[in-house]
């Protein structure tokens, strides 16, 4: 009579092996232990969680297949594996010889001849069939949401990185952010101008005659244009800055530069007191298509106006206010030629360039307002429309809370909540410490020798230290992955052809190049992180050095964070 004879009993297998993860594609070392009679071949995290008998996972031997398996990963290829098969998982184990892969499969084989299938293992099979069915009547394509949070002081770059996820991931801008984004690229460029102007002022700097005359009419018009956009409810600034309130008190905002003045080159008031309204109908024969220019002592000798009667170019825009009006009326006709003439013939100035602009850093100018000017002639044309660097490096305060989802490859949708970085707003912050996945906390670590806005006194990179301090120190999320951004290296390196990093950190002993001085500092954020016994520490901290306006390097170290965060995320999944 033919019969299968019973295996003879095995002494128990343990051995530290690689398993690759089902959800995260990784490899982690795990202690595996096969008993001989037992259903299951378990794996543990260590001797301890075996004492415990508390396995992270347990693999069914009933009706499973084992066999030798080949991984060619370009990237991590290993040796010795095999695989363990059963109907709706498989599991990868990497062996540490040759002898070792064998003697496991064997063992495990002559355990799969034993192994009975238990009530666990139908109850574990109804279960998956149950869920499956109820899988497959949900929505197919729903994608687990991670929820970011985007941490750090104001004007750190945070909305930046949040239009570089809508350019990466979200087909870019719609036509109606683009409108949105190209009036807001208007009022930043006319204002840091008008800054400009006040920064000559007050300054008392010195320039020559043919800028002097550009200074006059464009303060002259700004000083219209700035009442009426309030008048329509766009304020003055969206930058977070006032503008500097002597350009709007100087009636037509006139400059001197009669060097037997002590006050040369100031602002002063030429006009005789002309109200708005006057000021208003001295500009109306200002044409947009630039063939005339301002004149604020356009009345004659003998009293009759010079106006002239040029053709009023609507840049293809309805004309609903009239021609008068329409020089002011930036937000649906564009910069005027002729402004854009003057603010060519100001910025075209080398003192203005080098000297007012560097003194313009103390009256906290938008940092993008010298690439604007760079390209005033082509965000000048009536037929303007933004590409994505002028969007990325437009400039508007948040205000309160914005969430944005991106569904990146489709495997994932990543919850950016963005929070406003002034101190007055970060009180809101705890309302959205729940179910947070990662922090991504951006510093400007060009702005070493800058003050806050907020109080002109802080330096602005002490107090990102302090905020990233309390944060990564928080207790209500210990153990929450923290993303450190050091953002806007491409000023940094600029900034320290003039200016060390000891004027913020007198410690700092090393010289200026870019190298010494981005690692002092990177880590000066990472020393901030300490453990719960007091020793500081650097875990749960990733750090990525970024210029938050350069899409193609943004992209290389987001798909990095990315896959960190999922990672950390799933695994528990291993």
């Known amino acids: 009579m033919d019969f299968n004879p019973v295996p003879p009993p095995r002494e128990t297998l343990r051995a530290y092996l690689s398993k690759k993860g089902h959800v995260v594609k990784n490899w982690k070392l795990r202690l595996f232990v096969l008993k001989p009679g037992s259903s299951y071949m378990e794996y543990f995290v260590d001797e301890s969680k075996e004492q415990q008998h508390l396995p992270q996972g347990r693999v069914p031997l009933y009706g499973t297949k084992v066999m030798e398996y080949v991984y060619n990963s370009n990237n991590n290829p290993r040796e010795f594996c095999l695989s363990v098969e059963t109907e709706n998982k498989n599991w990868i184990i990497s062996t540490g010889s040759k002898a070792q892969q064998m003697e496991w499969m064997e063992a495990i084989k002559h355990a799969i001849e034993l192994a009975v299938e238990t009530d666990e293992i139908k109850l574990q099979k109804h279960k998956s069939i149950e869920r499956q069915l109820q899988l497959d009547g949900k929505n197919k394509n729903k994608t687990p949401v991670l929820k970011l ?9 945070k909305s930046t990185v949040v239009k570089q996820m809508k350019i990466l991931h979200h087909k870019g801008f719609s036509k ?8 807001l690229i208007y009022i930043n460029l006319l204002d840091g101008m008008a800054l400009l102007i006040h920064v000559i002022k007050e300054n008392n700097i010195e320039i020559p005659q043919e800028t002097l005359s550009a200074v006059k009419n464009y303060n002259s018009w700004y000083r219209v244009y700035i009442e009426k956009r309030n008048k329509n409810g766009i304020r003055n600034s969206p930058i977070g800055s006032m503008i500097p309130i002597s350009i709007l008190n100087n009636n037509n905002g006139d400059i001197s530069n009669n060097n037997n003045n002590n006050n040369s080159n100031s602002l002063r008031n030429n006009s005789g007191g002309s109200s708005s309204s006057e000021l208003d109908k001295k500009m109306t024969h200002l044409s947009l298509d630039g063939s005339t220019c301002i004149n604020s002592n356009s009345a004659s000798s003998n009293g009759q106006s010079s106006t002239s009667t040029s053709t009023i170019n609507t840049h293809n825009r309805s004309n609903s206010d009239g021609s008068s009006n329409n020089i002011f009326n930036v937000q649906d006709f564009g910069i005027p030629p002729i402004i854009t003439n003057y603010i060519s013939t100001i910025w075209s100035d080398p003192v203005v360039q080098s000297e007012v602009m560097l003194q313009a850093q103390k009256y906290h100018i938008n940092e993008s307002t010298q690439y604007y000017l760079n390209e005033i002639k082509r965000i000048g044309k009536p ?19 914005v969430e944005t989802d991106f569904n990146v490859n489709g495997d994932v949708i990543f919850r950016i909540v963005d929070v406003a970085g002034q101190r007055g707003e970060r009180k809101k912050w705890i309302n ?12 400007a670590i060009n702005e070493y020798d800058q003050k806050l806005v907020e109080d002109n006194c802080t330096n602005r990179l002490h107090e990102s230290l302090n905020l990233f301090d309390s944060i990564c120190n928080d207790s209500t999320f210990p153990k929450t992955s923290i993303i450190l951004f050091l953002n806007k290296i491409d000023l940094f390196r600029e900034k320290l052809k003039r200016t060390s990093i000891n004027i913020c950190f007198p410690d700092y002993t090393g010289d200026q190049s870019y190298e010494k001085s981005s690692n002092y500092i990177k880590n000066s954020f990472l020393s901030k992180k300490k453990g719960g ?42």
């Open 176 to 183: 109606e952010e683009e409108e949105f984004y190209r009036n």
């Open 533 to 574: 016994n007091g020793i500081n520490t650097q875990n749960f901290i990733y750090f990525h050095f970024t210029c938050a306006t350069d899409t193609k390097s943004f992209e290389t170290v987001f798909n990095s964070v990315r896959d960190i965060i999922i990672s950390k995320t799933l695994e528990f999944y291993c």
């Open 383 to 401: 037929t303007y429309q933004p590409v994505n660097l002028d969007i990325l490096k437009s400039r508007a305060t948040t205000n309160g809370v």
């Open 149 to 157: 949070l985007l941490l750090g002081t104001g004007e750190s770059g």
């Open 432 to 443: 959205f410490f729940d179910d947070v996945t990662a922090i991504v906390f951006v510093a």
